[in-house]
């Protein structure tokens, strides 16, 4: 039988590869997530790659316990300039997405529910949830 201390630094060891593995599945989510945001706009997405901003835990529709990560991203509408822009994710749905513009417009806000950003931030209810994997 293995020493109580053992166990539990084996218990420790899994949960830390799991929650690295589940940030590579994450992170993969928010870059298909990021991409498919800015190919819609025609937008360019600079260093091709996301940045975690924040892990929390969130509940989801059914109220279990997720993971709910936001990552910062930068891209350019013009060529010449980098705009930032995040997008939270909860579990492996998108949440939310904000796309920040330097036109004297103001910022953009597109809001995800279920059925991806809608670009005139209107949210739409009538598709199920999308999962980026």
């Not at 929390?56 to 350019?76: A, I, K, M, N, V």
């Amino acid at each position: 039988m293995m020493p109580w201390l053992e166990s539990i630094g084996l218990i420790m060891l899994l949960l830390v590869g799991w929650f690295w593995f589940d940030g590579f599945q994450s992170r993969a989510a928010a870059m298909h997530a990021a991409r498919a945001a800015c190919a819609a706009d025609g937008l360019l997405l600079l260093d091709d790659t996301v940045a975690l901003a924040s892990v929390r835990l969130g509940r989801d529709d059914e109220g279990r316990l997720r993971l709910r990560r936001t990552y910062d991203f930068e891209y350019s509408d013009t060529g010449d300039n980098r705009c930032t822009a995040q997008l939270t994710l909860l579990g492996d749905e998108l949440l939310l997405l904000r796309l920040t513009t330097a036109a004297a417009s103001g910022p953009r806000l597109q809001v995800a529910d279920g059925g991806g950003a809608a670009a005139d931030g209107q949210t739409s209810v009538a598709q199920p949830p999308r999962r980026w994997s």
